[in-house]
């Protein structure tokens, strides 16, 4: 009795083999750069990231005016290529682990919620403003408002706390 083999076979052994000899090499990092030293990012983004951890009531007016300007703010986040300066200001009592955002905020939040799930969409696709909040581990979900302060310069205020 004879045994004949399949070309296919042979391809299937060789395949099964790659596959364990991959699945036992040790992890190897995948981050090509890490985004933990100020100049990386300053070349990634192309602009200056600032941070400012501070509280709502310090900052309240200027944050529901900025989400009172929501609508506007998506047409200059979708426009928006290169930057001066990103400011990220963290709203640390705001965030979800302090119970989020104070009634006043959250009033306004409620009020433009289809604008502010746009904006955070805008940002998601906006390379520049995706990679400045991301360097700085806030995600998308927690920005709140951004509020083009002067030309070239932005302020994205996130309730979040900043990294440790």
Same mark, same amino acid.
């Given at each position: 009795?004879? %045994?004949?083999?399949?070309?296919?076979?042979?391809?299937?052994?060789?395949?099964?083999?790659?596959?364990?000899?991959?699945?036992?090499?040790?992890?190897?990092?995948?981050?090509?750069?890490?985004?933990e030293?100020?100049?990386?990012?300053?070349?990634?983004?192309?602009?200056?990231?600032?941070?400012?951890?501070?509280?709502?009531?310090?900052?309240?007016?200027?944050?529901?005016?900025?989400?009172?300007?929501?609508?506007?703010? %998506?047409?200059?986040?979708?426009?928006?290529?290169?930057?001066?300066?990103?400011?990220?200001?963290?709203?640390?009592?705001?965030?979800?682990?302090?119970?989020?955002?104070p009634?006043?905020?959250?009033?306004?939040?409620?009020?433009?919620?289809d604008?502010?799930?746009?904006?955070?969409?805008? %940002?998601?696709?906006?390379?520049?403003?995706?990679?400045?909040i991301?360097?700085r581990?806030?995600?998308?979900?927690?920005?709140?408002?951004?509020?083009?302060?002067?030309?070239?310069?932005?302020?994205?205020?996130?309730?979040?706390?900043?990294?440790?």
């Open positions: 009795m004879a %045994i004949t083999t399949f070309p296919d076979a042979k391809w299937l052994h060789a395949i099964a083999a790659m596959a364990f000899v991959a699945a036992s090499v040790p992890h190897a990092t995948l981050n090509a750069q890490s985004l030293s100020p100049d990386t990012i300053n070349r990634i983004v192309g602009s200056e990231v600032g941070q400012e951890k501070t509280n709502t009531a310090a900052e309240a007016r200027k944050v529901t005016t900025a989400i009172d300007r929501t609508r506007e703010n %998506i047409a200059a986040v979708r426009k928006t290529s290169k930057l001066d300066k990103v400011d990220i200001v963290f709203l640390a009592d705001a965030a979800r682990t302090e119970g989020g955002p009634p006043a905020i959250e009033t306004k939040v409620k009020q433009h919620q604008d502010i799930a746009e904006l955070r969409e805008e %940002i998601e696709a906006n390379a520049l403003l995706f990679n400045a991301d360097s581990r806030v995600l998308t979900e927690d920005v709140l408002a951004v509020e083009f302060d002067a030309p070239g310069k932005v302020v994205i205020y996130a309730a979040a706390k900043p990294p440790s």
